[in-house]
């Protein structure tokens, strides 16, 4: 079946599954053949609203009828979630491919949950709510290439993607593209902070700052040459680039990225051996 065709159920209808859910339906996916099982009216009553599609309060018989299982809640309760959906799930041929997108989780654990080896882990990240994110995907070995392409149809409704040949690896996602976004935001805020004390409004300030970094971003990506050399430049010694970087060189910026970095990858890892047994 070609994705259109699916019918797709979320568990969770928080903002990575709106995302999802809106990039879908925009790919030609009919809201009729989407559900989602969300316990927060509130939340419950603005994703019906929005896109139209069945949003239940809790796990029916009714996700029976779907032929992919999309898992989006947080990791800390996905095990106490996997056991209350599975009775109502298919068996056998007719079983789900299941895609779960919380941090940590470890796909062989969901398939152990859910009896199932048809499962796809991803991890996206925030930018998928404008169509600009970049997931992460591994799969068990008993996800069949239809499978995969299936997975990857839906997330890249959303962005990017990026398939790796070890599920190990999705902990490093996690920490560099899942978390990401979050970096960028703390150096926009400080950009921001900055233009503030140098005189200017914070509406100023966030045009600078935000600019600044979708373009660079932009010229990183549209360039073939690695960071480093963009970055030599526009620095030139003794100017003002230069002044700026020495002085976040002495303050330890850089090496103090790369250990935020590795202890989200360390989290991760963590997740999954406390929430995974």
């Known amino acids: 079946m070609t994705l259109e065709q699916q019918r ?3 568990i969770g209808a928080g903002n990575m599954a709106q995302a999802l859910i809106g990039g879908l ?19 419950r009553d603005a994703v019906q609203a929005k ?40 068996r056998g041929a007719r079983a789900p491919l299941i895609v779960s997108v919380a941090a940590g989780i470890r796909a062989r654990d969901l398939g152990r949950w859910l009896d199932t080896d048809r499962v796809v882990r ?3 990240n925030t930018p998928a709510l404008v169509g ?17 392409a299936l997975a990857e149809a839906m997330l890249r409704a959303v962005g990017e993607v990026v398939w790796v040949d070890d599920e190990a690896k999705l902990d490093g996602v996690t920490a560099l593209s899942g978390s990401g976004p979050a970096y960028v935001f703390l150096f926009i805020e400080a950009m921001q902070e900055a233009a503030a004390r140098l005189g200017f409004t914070p509406e100023q300030g966030r045009q600078l700052a935000v600019a600044t970094f979708a373009g660079a971003a932009k010229l990183a990506a549209q360039s073939s040459e690695p960071a480093s050399v963009l970055r030599e430049r526009v620095t030139s010694k003794g100017g ?38």
């Open 122 to 124: 991803v991890m996206p």
């Open 240 to 277: 003002t680039t230069y002044a700026a970087l020495t002085t976040m060189g002495e303050r330890g910026v850089k090496e103090a990225i790369v250990d935020g970095v590795l202890a989200a990858a360390a989290r991760s890892v963590e997740l999954g051996d406390e929430f995974g047994r």
């Open 132 to 148: 600009a994110g970049i997931t992460g995907m591994a799969a068990l070995p008993g996800a069949t290439a239809d499978d995969r």
């Open 25 to 43: 339906i925009g790919r030609g996916v009919a809201a009729e053949r989407i559900r989602a099982i969300e316990p927060y009216a509130q939340t």
């Open 8 to 10: 797709i159920g979320f």
């Open 51 to 90: 896109y139209g599609i069945v949003v239940d309060e809790v796990a029916s018989d009714a996700l029976g009828a779907c032929s992919v299982i999309v898992l989006a809640v947080k990791p800390q309760v996905m095990r106490a979630v996997a056991t209350e959906i599975a009775p109502h799930l298919q």
